[in-house]
Protein backbone atom coordinates (compact mmCIF):
# COMPACT_ATOMS: atom_id res chain seq x y z
CA UNK A 1 0.00 0.00 0.00
CA UNK A 2 1.08 3.79 -0.69
CA UNK A 3 2.57 5.19 2.20
CA UNK A 4 4.16 8.90 2.51
CA UNK A 5 5.47 9.41 6.05
CA UNK A 6 6.91 12.46 7.34
CA UNK A 7 9.53 13.75 9.66
CA UNK A 8 8.33 15.09 13.23
CA UNK A 9 7.42 18.34 14.61
CA UNK A 10 9.79 21.29 14.36
CA UNK A 11 10.28 24.55 16.36
CA UNK A 12 12.38 27.06 14.71
CA UNK A 13 13.54 30.52 15.30
CA UNK A 14 12.95 33.39 12.98
CA UNK A 15 15.53 33.61 10.80
CA UNK A 16 16.02 30.07 10.80
CA UNK A 17 16.11 27.24 8.15
CA UNK A 18 13.84 23.93 8.30
CA UNK A 19 13.96 20.81 6.35
CA UNK A 20 11.15 18.56 6.47
CA UNK A 21 11.07 15.05 4.93
CA UNK A 22 9.15 12.58 3.19
CA UNK A 23 9.64 8.58 2.52
CA UNK A 24 7.68 7.04 0.28
CA UNK A 25 6.90 3.33 -0.28
CA UNK A 26 4.19 1.28 -2.15
CA UNK A 27 5.32 2.51 -5.45
CA UNK A 28 7.72 3.34 -7.91
CA UNK A 29 9.07 6.05 -6.15
CA UNK A 30 10.50 7.60 -9.38
CA UNK A 31 7.56 7.53 -11.17
CA UNK A 32 5.59 9.97 -9.80
CA UNK A 33 5.58 13.30 -8.55
CA UNK A 34 5.53 15.06 -5.64
CA UNK A 35 3.92 17.87 -4.28
CA UNK A 36 4.29 19.66 -1.37
CA UNK A 37 1.55 21.77 -0.11
CA UNK A 38 1.15 23.76 3.61
CA UNK A 39 -1.85 24.85 5.88
CA UNK A 40 -1.30 27.86 8.07
CA UNK A 41 -3.43 27.25 11.54
CA UNK A 42 -7.28 27.81 10.71
CA UNK A 43 -6.69 28.24 7.13
CA UNK A 44 -6.78 26.84 3.57
CA UNK A 45 -4.11 25.00 1.71
CA UNK A 46 -1.39 26.66 -0.41
CA UNK A 47 0.66 24.97 -2.99
CA UNK A 48 4.45 25.43 -2.60
CA UNK A 49 6.28 23.49 -5.31
CA UNK A 50 6.66 20.37 -7.21
CA UNK A 51 9.59 17.76 -7.76
CA UNK A 52 10.69 14.81 -10.37
CA UNK A 53 12.25 12.10 -8.50
CA UNK A 54 13.43 10.98 -10.84
CA UNK A 55 15.62 13.85 -12.51
CA UNK A 56 15.30 15.85 -9.56
CA UNK A 57 13.77 18.96 -11.74
CA UNK A 58 11.64 21.14 -9.43
CA UNK A 59 9.30 24.13 -9.81
CA UNK A 60 8.35 26.09 -7.17
CA UNK A 61 5.47 29.05 -6.23
CA UNK A 62 6.43 32.64 -6.79
CA UNK A 63 5.89 33.29 -3.43
CA UNK A 64 8.40 30.60 -2.35
CA UNK A 65 10.85 31.05 -5.01
CA UNK A 66 14.64 32.05 -3.52
CA UNK A 67 13.41 30.53 -0.30
CA UNK A 68 12.52 26.80 -0.51
CA UNK A 69 14.57 24.06 -1.93
CA UNK A 70 13.39 20.83 -2.68
CA UNK A 71 14.93 17.66 -3.42
CA UNK A 72 15.04 13.95 -3.63
CA UNK A 73 17.02 10.96 -2.79
CA UNK A 74 16.03 7.99 -4.92
CA UNK A 75 18.20 5.31 -2.20
CA UNK A 76 16.08 5.93 0.19
CA UNK A 77 12.62 7.04 -1.90
CA UNK A 78 12.42 10.51 0.10
CA UNK A 79 12.16 13.94 -0.60
CA UNK A 80 13.07 16.58 1.14
CA UNK A 81 11.10 20.26 0.89
CA UNK A 82 13.74 22.77 2.95
CA UNK A 83 12.43 26.79 3.46
CA UNK A 84 15.00 29.53 4.73
CA UNK A 85 14.66 32.73 6.24
CA UNK A 86 11.52 31.32 8.20
CA UNK A 87 9.29 34.28 10.08
CA UNK A 88 6.22 33.59 11.80
CA UNK A 89 3.97 33.19 9.00
CA UNK A 90 5.64 30.53 7.97
CA UNK A 91 3.39 28.78 10.96
CA UNK A 92 1.91 25.60 9.09
CA UNK A 93 1.32 22.15 9.11
CA UNK A 94 3.49 21.03 6.05
CA UNK A 95 1.89 18.24 3.46
CA UNK A 96 3.99 16.14 0.98
CA UNK A 97 1.20 14.95 -1.64
CA UNK A 98 1.88 11.96 -4.39
CA UNK A 99 0.77 13.82 -8.29
CA UNK A 100 0.56 12.54 -11.16
CA UNK A 101 2.72 9.70 -13.09
CA UNK A 102 5.54 11.56 -15.41
CA UNK A 103 4.43 9.41 -18.13
CA UNK A 104 0.74 10.69 -18.00
CA UNK A 105 -0.23 13.44 -20.05
CA UNK A 106 -0.23 16.65 -17.93
CA UNK A 107 1.01 14.67 -15.38
CA UNK A 108 2.24 17.98 -13.03
CA UNK A 109 -1.51 18.78 -12.81
CA UNK A 110 -2.98 15.62 -12.04
CA UNK A 111 -4.14 15.31 -8.25
CA UNK A 112 -2.93 14.27 -5.30
CA UNK A 113 -4.01 11.09 -4.65
CA UNK A 114 -1.70 10.10 -1.60
CA UNK A 115 -0.74 12.43 1.13
CA UNK A 116 1.45 12.85 4.19
CA UNK A 117 0.51 12.61 7.78
CA UNK A 118 1.79 16.19 7.43
CA UNK A 119 4.42 17.97 9.86
CA UNK A 120 3.94 21.37 11.84
CA UNK A 121 6.79 23.65 12.15
CA UNK A 122 5.99 26.55 14.29
CA UNK A 123 8.17 29.77 13.91
CA UNK A 124 8.42 31.75 17.27
CA UNK A 125 11.23 33.26 19.16
CA UNK B 1 -7.76 35.71 -1.33
CA UNK B 2 -7.83 32.45 -3.04
CA UNK B 3 -7.43 31.78 -6.87
CA UNK B 4 -11.19 29.55 -6.74
CA UNK B 5 -13.98 30.50 -4.83
CA UNK B 6 -15.87 28.90 -2.53
CA UNK B 7 -18.45 29.87 0.23
CA UNK B 8 -17.30 29.19 3.37
CA UNK B 9 -19.60 27.37 5.07
CA UNK B 10 -22.91 24.73 3.85
CA UNK B 11 -25.00 22.85 6.30
CA UNK B 12 -27.37 20.09 6.06
CA UNK B 13 -29.49 17.55 7.52
CA UNK B 14 -28.72 13.97 8.21
CA UNK B 15 -30.32 12.01 4.55
CA UNK B 16 -30.03 15.46 2.91
CA UNK B 17 -28.44 16.58 -0.26
CA UNK B 18 -25.95 19.45 -0.39
CA UNK B 19 -23.76 21.31 -2.73
CA UNK B 20 -21.04 23.02 -2.89
CA UNK B 21 -19.68 25.65 -5.63
CA UNK B 22 -16.14 26.46 -6.91
CA UNK B 23 -15.94 29.17 -9.41
CA UNK B 24 -12.87 29.88 -11.10
CA UNK B 25 -11.98 32.39 -14.44
CA UNK B 26 -10.87 31.46 -17.93
CA UNK B 27 -7.60 31.09 -16.84
CA UNK B 28 -8.07 27.87 -14.70
CA UNK B 29 -11.70 26.06 -14.63
CA UNK B 30 -12.92 28.00 -17.81
CA UNK B 31 -9.44 27.14 -19.79
CA UNK B 32 -10.74 23.58 -19.66
CA UNK B 33 -8.36 22.10 -16.72
CA UNK B 34 -9.60 19.61 -14.55
CA UNK B 35 -11.27 20.18 -11.04
CA UNK B 36 -10.35 17.83 -8.20
CA UNK B 37 -11.65 18.01 -4.70
CA UNK B 38 -10.35 16.89 -1.31
CA UNK B 39 -12.22 16.11 1.82
CA UNK B 40 -9.77 16.98 5.46
CA UNK B 41 -11.13 15.97 8.34
CA UNK B 42 -10.63 18.10 11.83
CA UNK B 43 -6.66 17.17 12.51
CA UNK B 44 -5.98 14.95 9.47
CA UNK B 45 -4.34 15.03 6.06
CA UNK B 46 -6.78 16.10 2.95
CA UNK B 47 -8.15 12.83 1.30
CA UNK B 48 -8.66 13.18 -2.84
CA UNK B 49 -12.36 12.63 -2.69
CA UNK B 50 -12.69 13.44 -6.41
CA UNK B 51 -10.49 13.87 -9.19
CA UNK B 52 -10.78 14.27 -12.99
CA UNK B 53 -14.44 16.78 -12.80
CA UNK B 54 -16.34 13.56 -12.33
CA UNK B 55 -14.13 10.66 -10.69
CA UNK B 56 -14.06 9.13 -7.57
CA UNK B 57 -11.44 6.82 -6.35
CA UNK B 58 -11.56 3.47 -5.01
CA UNK B 59 -13.48 3.48 -1.55
CA UNK B 60 -14.79 6.72 -2.09
CA UNK B 61 -18.99 5.89 -1.40
CA UNK B 62 -21.40 7.05 -4.79
CA UNK B 63 -22.88 9.53 -2.30
CA UNK B 64 -20.34 11.73 -3.44
CA UNK B 65 -19.72 12.99 -7.27
CA UNK B 66 -18.92 15.98 -9.06
CA UNK B 67 -19.68 18.20 -11.99
CA UNK B 68 -17.93 21.25 -14.17
CA UNK B 69 -19.80 23.43 -16.22
CA UNK B 70 -17.63 26.58 -17.70
CA UNK B 71 -15.72 28.54 -15.38
CA UNK B 72 -17.45 26.82 -12.05
CA UNK B 73 -17.70 23.32 -10.62
CA UNK B 74 -19.50 21.36 -8.25
CA UNK B 75 -19.15 18.72 -5.82
CA UNK B 76 -22.58 17.04 -4.22
CA UNK B 77 -23.15 14.91 -1.16
CA UNK B 78 -26.63 12.58 -0.82
CA UNK B 79 -27.73 11.01 1.80
CA UNK B 80 -26.26 12.81 4.42
CA UNK B 81 -23.80 11.55 7.49
CA UNK B 82 -22.43 12.68 10.25
CA UNK B 83 -19.48 12.11 9.12
CA UNK B 84 -19.21 13.56 6.41
CA UNK B 85 -18.75 16.84 8.90
CA UNK B 86 -15.57 18.58 7.45
CA UNK B 87 -13.65 20.82 5.50
CA UNK B 88 -13.63 20.32 1.67
CA UNK B 89 -11.49 21.77 -0.91
CA UNK B 90 -11.44 22.34 -5.23
CA UNK B 91 -8.41 22.34 -6.82
CA UNK B 92 -7.14 23.11 -10.41
CA UNK B 93 -4.52 24.64 -12.30
CA UNK B 94 -4.10 27.95 -13.65
CA UNK B 95 -2.21 28.68 -16.34
CA UNK B 96 -1.00 32.21 -15.19
CA UNK B 97 -0.28 31.53 -11.51
CA UNK B 98 0.51 27.81 -10.32
CA UNK B 99 0.30 24.32 -10.99
CA UNK B 100 -2.01 23.78 -8.46
CA UNK B 101 -4.30 26.42 -7.25
CA UNK B 102 -7.19 25.83 -4.65
CA UNK B 103 -10.02 27.38 -3.05
CA UNK B 104 -10.91 28.55 0.35
CA UNK B 105 -12.47 25.28 1.74
CA UNK B 106 -15.92 24.84 2.58
CA UNK B 107 -16.71 23.81 5.96
CA UNK B 108 -19.90 21.14 6.08
CA UNK B 109 -21.84 20.81 9.06
CA UNK B 110 -24.39 18.41 9.63
CA UNK B 111 -26.92 19.23 11.40
Known amino acids: QVQLVQSGAEVKKPGASVKVSCKAS????????MHWVRQAPGQGLEWMGI????????SYAQKFQGRVTMTRDTSTSTVYMELSSLRSEDTAVYYC??????????????????WGQGTLVTVSS | QSVLTQPPSVSGAPGQRVTISCTGS?????????VHWYQQLPGTAPKLLIYGNSNRPSGVPDRFSGSKSGTSASLAITGLQAEDEADYYCQSYDSSLSLWVFGGGTKLTVL
Open chain 2, 26 to 34: SSNIGAGYD
Open chain 1, 97 to 114: ARGGTLTMVRGVIQAGDY
Open chain 1, 26 to 33: GYTFTSYY
Open chain 1, 51 to 58: INPSGGST
